[in-house]
């Protein structure tokens, strides 16, 4: 790699160098989501932490539940439903790219990269509350609502969680980078 303290770069110039580090870094950081998919592991420890997480979560707000491996039964307004908790619903797509941005980001020092795993359990948290959502969903409004809300507003509702944990990392914590290096192109 090119050593910044050689190159002659304008403020712009070195504002789209970051840009770019970060980015090839990103690109390089996906590679063990690939690696994964391609090798598909049994998620199942995961699914049951998961699973055990909202039932807990949906019975402190009222939701009955029963289980059956990773599915949670449910009595609906259509009648009874059974929700598959899949490997997809573990959250563990979301972690892998909060931990992709955080080591993406260049000059930061490897204690304040260990800090960032703070966002591991908020992230795990958010899905458990989506997970809830959706439940809650389901019971109340039926089983149609249920998958507008886990196809549409969720996909979009977990991206933007995992850019906001990682933005407040970035702000907040991984100090003098400053998030207009990345923003503003």
Aim: glycine share 6%; with cysteine; hydrophobic share 55%.
């Amino acid at each position: 790699m090119i050593e910044m303290s050689k190159l002659k770069l304008s403020k712009e110039q070195s504002r789209l160098w970051y840009v770019f580090v970060f980015l090839v870094r990103i690109m390089l950081l996906s590679i063990p989501l690939y690696v994964i998919l391609w090798a598909n592991p049994s998620m199942e420890f995961i699914q049951y932490a998961v699973r055990d997480s909202a039932i807990l979560a949906a019975n402190l707000i009222g939701i009955e539940t029963k289980t059956d491996g990773f599915y949670i039964n449910l009595n609906t307004v259509d009648g009874p439903v059974s929700i598959d908790i899949g490997a997809d619903c573990t959250g563990w797509k979301s972690a892998i790219a909060y931990l992709a941005l955080v080591l993406a980001v260049p000059r930061v020092k490897n204690k304040k990269r260990l800090v960032a795993m703070v966002g591991i359990p908020i992230i795990y948290a958010v899905n458990i509350g989506r997970i809830v959502f959706l439940l809650w969903a389901a019971v109340n409004m039926g089983f149609g609502y249920f998958r507008v809300f886990h196809e549409y507003l969720w996909k979009l509702g977990m991206s933007l969680a995992v850019i906001a944990v990682w933005y407040v990392w970035l702000t907040k914590k991984a100090g003098k980078i400053k998030p207009e290096k990345f923003i503003s192109y």
